[in-house]
C-alpha cells in the first residue's frame, strides 16, 4: 500500500514540473510558433468543450434515467396484483340477440375482479346495499361482514364496487348450511352476468367447503327478477315464509338449494 502512495507523489511532482517547463518555453516562442500554439489552443478548448457538452448531456440524461426508474416503480406500486386467494379474475359475460348484436354491455372491455371485504371498505358495501335493497341492514350486520373472510366478496368492475355476496354458515337440523344474506349488483350493472360471477363465487365456496350440506336465502315474494335468477342457478322454490319481512310485501319466498348428501 504504501508503495502505490508514493508512486502517486512522483506522478504528481513529475507533472507539476512539466507544467512549470512549458511556461518557461513559452516566450522563447517565434511568431509563427505562437499563431500555431494558439491554433492548436483554440482546437483544445473546442474538442474540450465538446466534451464537456456531451457528457453534460450525458448528465443530463442520468437523472432522468432515475426518474423514470422511479416512475416505473411508483407505477408497479400502484397496479400490485392482490393474492390470488384474495382476488379472481372472472371473465365478462355479454349478451347478443340472436344476429350477434349486443342486447346490453356496459363501458369497458374489462373483467369483474372480486375483492375482499375488509374493514377498509366495508363502507362501500353499506353504499351498495343502501342502493340495491329495500331494507337498511344493522351494524351488526356490517360488523360481521367486515371479518366474514372468504364468505363475503366485493365485485368490481373498472375498479368501481358494481355488487356484492355475503353469507354465514347456519346450523340446520345437523347439518351445515350456507346462508346468503345478501347478493346484489346496482341496476345499472344488471344483466351483464355479474350476479352470476357472485353466485358461482358463493357455489363454488360450498364445494370446497365439505360440512356444507345447502345453500339457502330468502327473497320477497315480489321479487321476480331474483327468483328467475335463483331458478336459473339451480335454486328451488320451497314455499312462502309469511310475514319474513318488516316491508311490504311482508312474505319471502325460500329458495333452497342441495349441495351435496
Ligand atoms: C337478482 C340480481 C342479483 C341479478 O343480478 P344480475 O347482475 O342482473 O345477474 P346476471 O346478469 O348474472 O343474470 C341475469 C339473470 O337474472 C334474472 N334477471 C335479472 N334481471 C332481470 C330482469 N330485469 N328481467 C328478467 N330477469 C332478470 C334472469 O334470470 C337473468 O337471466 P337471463 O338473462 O338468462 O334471463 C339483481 O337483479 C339484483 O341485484 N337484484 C336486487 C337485489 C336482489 O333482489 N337480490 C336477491 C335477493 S338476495
Known sequence: ?????????????????????SNETEPTLSKSQKKRAKKQQKKNSESADEKRSS????????????ESKE?????????????????Q???????????GKALRTIAGNGQVFLGE??????MQL????????????????YVEARTCGDLGRLAYYNDVVVGAVCCRIDDISDEKALYLMTLGTLAAYRQCGIGTVLIDYALKLCKKMEEIKTMYLHVQVNNQNAVHF????????????????????????????????
Open 117 to 122: 371485504i375488509t374493514p377498509h371498505n366495508i
Open 230 to 261: 335463483y331458478e336459473k342457478h339451480g335454486f328451488t322454490n320451497d314455499g312462502i315464509i309469511e310475514d319474513y319481512y318488516r316491508i311490504s310485501p311482508r312474505d319471502a319466498y325460500l329458495l333452497i338449494k342441495r349441495i351435496r348428501y
Open 126 to 141: 353499506k353504499r351498495l346495499n343502501e342502493a340495491v335493497f329495500p331494507i337498511a341492514y344493522n351494524d351488526k350486520f
Open 55 to 66: 457528457s453534460k448531456s450525458e448528465s443530463e440524461e442520468k437523472p432522468s434515467t432515475d
Open 71 to 87: 416512475e416505473k416503480s411508483k407505477e408497479e406500486e400502484l397496479t400490485v396484483e392482490l393474492p390470488k386467494k384474495k382476488q
Open 1 to 21: 500500500m504504501s508503495d502505490k502512495s508514493e508512486e502517486k507523489k512522483a506522478g504528481s511532482e513529475n507533472q507539476s514540473k512539466n507544467v512549470t517547463n
Open 89 to 99: 379474475i372472472v371473465p365478462m359475460i355479454r349478451k347478443f340477440d340472436e344476429n
